[in-house]
């Protein structure tokens, strides 16, 4: 397969350079990837100024690789439209550092890459490892090239997008794979206030991500109990339940619409 690999780590982020490794031992792959990490950025673009994508040395057995000076939709977004000479089978994302689980999918731009593949109708997948070391990203990589033989076969639908999660572990391997929902993945917020050098306070975002009451069949528990967490998700955000409701609620035009001159 032709395979794009991104990420939000930055091009030289252990993560992706295992990933991409792994993957070019048996695909073709092209890895376009932010110059500096873009953690945390979403599916932000950059509008108001211009990118630049320059060819670097990557990872063993990879067709290119490019660091480009914006977020991850930025690279994906330019891979497809500018960089590849054809259009890839497959949009990888990752190893990130960290989890993606829950409502972290909306912030993460490991996901947002992804997202940005199946926006432009090429299946992704996205892929994070539940740890913060630079250990582990051997084994996640491993089992991301087995994962790609079984899928192989499925013809995946061009909206198909897998958010895969890999528990960090020590020791033996993974306990097993579930297919899982997003969980709830709460953080209890809180800022830090400093004084800056000039008198001024700053706010700085801390705090831990709460995992209380969190189902059985959710991401965040299968990886908790050291399991691979696949969870098929999609930009399509209508709340279907609640479709009808609204629509109940007979909303309509009650007063002009254009501006009265008295
Ligand atoms: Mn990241």
């Known amino acids: 397969m032709r395979i794009l690999v991104s990420n939000d780590d930055g091009i030289q982020a252990p993560g992706i350079q295992a990933l991409a490794e792994a993957l070019a031992t048996e695909h073709d792959v092209t890895v376009v990837a932010p110059d500096r990490e873009r953690s945390a950025t979403g599916h932000s673009l950059t509008l108001h100024r211009p990118l630049r994508a320059d060819q670097v040395p990557g990872p063993a ?121 997003l969980g709830v993945r709460k953080y209890q917020d809180s800022f830090e206030h400093r004084t800056d050098p000039r008198g001024r306070t700053l706010f700085w975002l801390a705090g831990e991500a709460s995992e209380e009451g969190e189902a059985p069949d959710t991401d965040v528990m299968a990886v908790r109990e050291n399991c691979v967490s696949i969870t098929p998700i999609h930009y399509d955000m209508t709340d279907y339940a609640l479709l009808g409701t609204v629509r109940d609620w007979n909303v309509g035009l009650t007063a002009p619409t254009t501006p009265q001159t008295t």
Request: net charge positive; glycine share 10%; hydrophobic share 40%.
């Open 61 to 181: 057995g990879v067709r290119a690789a490019w660091a480009v000076s914006g977020t991850p939709s930025d690279c994906v977004k330019l891979a497809l439209g500018a960089l590849l000479v054809a259009p890839p089978d497959l949009v990888c994302s990752g190893i990130n550092r960290g989890p993606n689980l829950g409502t972290d999918v909306l912030y993460s731009g490991t996901v947002s890459a992804a997202l940005e593949g199946v926006i432009n109708g090429v299946p992704s997948l996205a892929f994070s490892l539940a740890s913060f070391s630079d250990q582990g990203y051997e084994r996640a990589a491993e089992f991301a090239r087995q994962l790609l033989r079984q899928l192989h076969e499925r013809r995946l639908p061009p909206k198909c997008l897998l958010n895969v999660n890999l528990p960090a572990l020590q020791g033996d391997g993974y306990a097993g794979v579930r297919v899982t929902k």
